[in-house]
């Protein structure tokens, strides 16, 4: 099994594009929230954690990833599920 050393030394002879970087933790990120919201939605759980999580993400990421947390938000607020809970978009700081 190969140790971390040897890792991050086969790592660093890939190739540029192939390794992730702050925007793909950033897309992951919005991802992840959003998935988090649209399950305790259909669910019925506490959505509001969730969602706080996405609106924090929304406010703390620069452009265009927070544009793209907004999109999400706009859209769980416009869907079936989102439109009972009705929750309120953030506002940036």
């Known amino acids: 099994m190969p140790t971390d050393g040897t890792l991050l030394q086969e790592a660093q002879h890939d190739p540029v594009d192939d390794r992730?970087?702050?925007s793909?933790?950033?897309k992951a990120l919005v991802a992840a929230a959003t998935t988090a919201v649209q399950t305790a939605l259909a669910h019925?759980?506490?959505w509001q954690?969730?969602?706080r999580v996405l609106a924090?993400?929304?406010g703390i990421l620069p452009y265009?990833?927070?544009e793209t947390a907004n999109d999400?938000?706009?859209r769980l607020r416009d869907s079936a599920a989102g439109r009972c809970c009705r929750p309120r978009r953030p506002v940036p700081p």
């Open 24 to 26: 793909h933790a950033a």
């Open 56 to 58: 924090v993400v929304a």
């Open 20 to 22: 992730p970087g702050p």
């Open 72 to 74: 999400a938000i706009t």
């Open 49 to 51: 954690n969730s969602w």
């Open 64 to 66: 265009p990833d927070s």
């Open 44 to 46: 019925g759980d506490a």
